[in-house]
């Protein structure tokens, strides 16, 4: 079944006087369990792509067809309801809010969902066990190493289990090291069954995805160089808890 189905997608932006067409006739399905990686450089239109994948963006013409709902003309209300209930985002920035501990980070999206506290905690618990945190829950991000503070962020948006990962540049900030630790968590989280898309510049990351789009001046075509291509093997459930 498709997760998302996007048909003949445009946005254009103003820039003065002048148009500048980020997407030019975007098609594009993602089936549930996928992990599909958008590989761009600066300026071809991925994260203008991943803002209306996001549901953070519309488009001005075409449809986008989201868990088999036709998103393309919500207004911000009902698009925030889509974003909070059908997708996870995990940024390059991590995005954890510093005054909060690891634990908090991961539970506030629930409370904004108007999950019950006590079934908030347990989710946010769960989740960041899965990532290897189990010992830095009540840490603060400026006591996290980068990859931690990232593995967070992954806890944070697996924790009410969407149907839907986004993945800005997710290894951006990262050493190369710690960059292929976070990607074999995402692998391992795809070889359960979740579907992850990401966005990066990075041939290397994007080779760990299942499959592989590229974006070029606002259109996309198949890369034959990761077509295809098994996700590596994961190591996410093998982390150790640094203390």
Do not use: W
């Not at 953070?56 to 925030?80: C, F, H, I, K, Q």
């Amino acid at each position: 079944m498709a997760l998302i189905q996007m048909e003949n997608v445009c946005r254009t932006y103003r820039a003065g006087n002048d148009a500048v067409e980020a997407l030019r006739g975007i098609s594009l399905t993602v089936e549930t369990g996928d992990f599909l990686a958008i590989i761009g450089s600066s300026g071809s239109g991925k994260s203008t792509l991943m803002n209306l994948l996001g549901c953070l963006d519309a488009p001005d013409s075409g449809r986008y067809l989201l868990d088999g709902a036709d998103v393309s003309d919500l207004d911000e209300m009902e698009l925030t309801k889509i974003r909070s209930r059908k997708i996870g985002f995990i940024f390059q920035g991590f995005h954890l809010i510093p005054t909060l501990s690891a634990l908090e980070n991961v539970e506030l999206p629930l409370l904004y969902r108007g999950i019950p506290p006590g079934e908030r905690r347990e989710l946010a618990v769960r989740a960041l066990e899965k990532m290897g945190l189990s010992s830095r829950m009540e840490h603060r991000p400026s006591e996290l190493s980068g990859g931690q503070q990232q593995r967070t962020a992954i806890a944070r948006a697996i924790a009410a289990s969407p149907p839907l990962i986004l993945a800005d540049e997710p290894t951006g900030n990262l050493d190369s090291a710690t960059g292929a630790e976070v990607m074999d968590c995402l692998c391992a989280l795809n070889r359960e069954g979740k579907t992850i898309v990401l966005i990066t510049h990075d041939p290397a990351v994007a080779a760990m995805a299942r499959r592989t789009v590229q974006i070029r001046d606002g259109r996309l075509a198949k890369s034959p160089c990761f077509a295809g291509r098994e996700p590596a093997s994961g190591h996410c459930n093998k982390i150790e808890q640094n203390p």
